[in-house]
């Protein structure tokens, strides 16, 4: 299997993820701009959302919080990892695509995905501690999407990739697990163990890197 990366999300709060809040004005400061946003039925969340040619990066916010608490990822503590900064959750999330997750995994179908879609969630996100890991239904990168969504991707302020440079854990990941696959097929470049707050530390190539889910430039 390939294991390419799809995108990433950070929780923040919805006035985060709106012009004049600190995500939305942090990103904006660096030349980047909105691709699209989207609500997720029965999830509770809504998004907005940045593509690279490669990936894209997701403001991921509550809509409804009755509908976030009765949602399937409740086994994955999404009601934790929204509230990151009163719980000590992780409020970071990894999406690959091209194959199913390395290691243990259950499904998920959320209603607005075609018939007979579901994606592959990896058990290690069962610790609301650890990042939520994840397959994308997506199978292409925004450089090819034709519907639109990726309006002019980052190309203003002259941005083409999106990587992971570091990740902070509180433990080790799972031996063969799908974040010990990503960071030996060099997906996520470093692990880093320690204490306190999840961090990761992006890349937006050329040239630039940003430390989630603060959004300071590293």
């Known amino acids: 299997m390939t294991l390419e990366l799809d995108h990433l999300f950070v929780f923040v709060g919805p006035q985060d993820a709106a012009p004049g809040g600190g995500a939305f004005e942090a990103l904006k400061a660096l030349g980047l701009e909105p691709s699209y946003t989207r ?9 907005l959302c ?9 403001l991921l916010y509550v809509a409804d919080e009755d509908e976030l608490k009765t949602s399937p990822l409740g086994r ?6 929204a509230m990151w900064r009163e719980t000590a959750a ?13 290691g243990g995994r259950w499904r998920y179908r959320n209603p607005q995905f075609p018939p007979g879609v579901s994606i592959g969630i990896s058990t290690e996100s069962d610790d609301a501690a650890m990042p939520f890991v994840f397959s994308s239904p997506g199978t292409a990168p925004p450089s090819a999407w034709t519907d639109g969504r990726a309006g002019r991707r980052q190309t203003v302020a002259g941005f083409t990739r999106l990587t992971i440079e570091r990740l902070r854990l509180p433990r080790p990941p799972v031996a063969d697990g799908a974040l010990d696959a990503f960071h030996r097929a060099g997906l996520v470049k470093a692990l880093e163990i320690a ?15 940003l430390r989630l889910p603060r959004f300071t430039p590293a």
């Not at 940045?50 to 997701?58: G, H, K, P, Q, S």
């Open 195 to 209: 204490d306190g707050e999840p961090e990761m530390l992006i890349g937006l190539a050329p040239g630039c890197r």
């Open 90 to 102: 992780s409020p970071l999330g990894i999406a690959i695509r091209g194959g199913e997750l390395p």
């Open 39 to 47: 609500r997720h039925e029965g999830q509770g969340t809504a998004n």
């Open 76 to 81: 994955a503590g999404f009601v934790a990892r």
């Open 50 to 58: 940045l593509a690279f040619d490669n990936a894209y990066l997701e």
